[in-house]
């Protein structure tokens, strides 16, 4: 793809992005999508591990286990999901972290996809099978994946994160931290004498 027609793509998406509604996903101050994202990081990794153990042992109440956690984890994965895309709604068309959250995005949602697809043919009477186990491996590589970049994306890009240490850099004098320069604050600069945007 040239430089030109990724240029207009960029444009062009950033005109579309400024159309759609602003919704900052937050409840006291903490992003919810952080804060649900635990819950299908956990379950479905652990169904996973409950299947594959009882599948070994011949123990269908750990493959019991194993579904029951699965299903949790992708049904937990849909709000998750909706709170991730508010998020990454709300990145400038510059932002360094906009292709890691795109990759992210993408991750997740193969990673929920192959764990539908896990579930398929399973129930509570019959909770294991053994297309379910390698599709639910898979969910969970593509899911720990994903994780790893949602981890840069907060710990290295500071996205949600960053805007706060900002403040404090600003206000209270904090030192600068090491990847300042890789975060676009989406706010009017201190001295530019205009009114700044409220911190996320």
């Given at each position: 793809m040239s430089t030109e027609l990724t240029t207009s793509w960029v444009r062009r998406w950033e005109r579309v992005r400024r159309r759609?509604?602003?919704?900052?996903?937050?409840?006291?101050?903490?992003?919810?999508?952080?804060?649900?994202?635990?819950?299908?990081?956990?379950?479905?990794?652990?169904?996973?591990?409950?299947?594959?153990?009882?599948?070994?042992?011949?123990?269908?109440?750990?493959?019991?286990?194993?579904?029951v956690n699965t299903a949790a984890g992708v049904a937990l994965a849909i709000p998750t999901a909706l709170f991730g895309i508010a998020d990454y709604l709300q990145m400038d068309v510059d932002d360094p972290a906009q292709t890691t959250g795109l990759t992210h995005g993408l991750l997740n949602l193969a990673a929920v996809g192959v764990g539908i697809a896990s579930l398929a043919g399973r129930n509570l009477k019959r909770p294991g099978s053994?297309?379910?186990?390698?599709?639910?491996?898979?969910?969970?590589?593509?899911?720990?994946?994903?994780?790893?970049?949602?981890?840069?994306?907060?710990?290295?890009?500071?996205?949600?994160?960053?805007?706060?240490?900002?403040?404090e850099i600003e206000e209270h004098r904090v030192p600068d931290t090491v990847h300042a320069e890789d975060f676009v604050l989406r706010r009017v600069p201190v001295n530019s004498g205009q009114q700044r945007l409220p911190i996320r």
């Open positions: 759609l509604p602003a919704i900052n996903p937050v409840i006291m101050g903490h992003p919810l999508h952080a804060l649900s994202t635990d819950l299908p990081a956990a379950l479905i990794p652990t169904g996973f591990a409950f299947s594959l153990w009882g599948r070994v042992a011949r123990q269908p109440e750990l493959e019991r286990a194993g579904y053994r297309r379910g186990l390698w599709l639910g491996g898979i969910s969970t590589l593509g899911l720990l994946a994903s994780a790893y970049l949602g981890g840069d994306l907060v710990y290295h890009r500071g996205w949600r994160v960053k805007p706060i240490e900002r403040e």
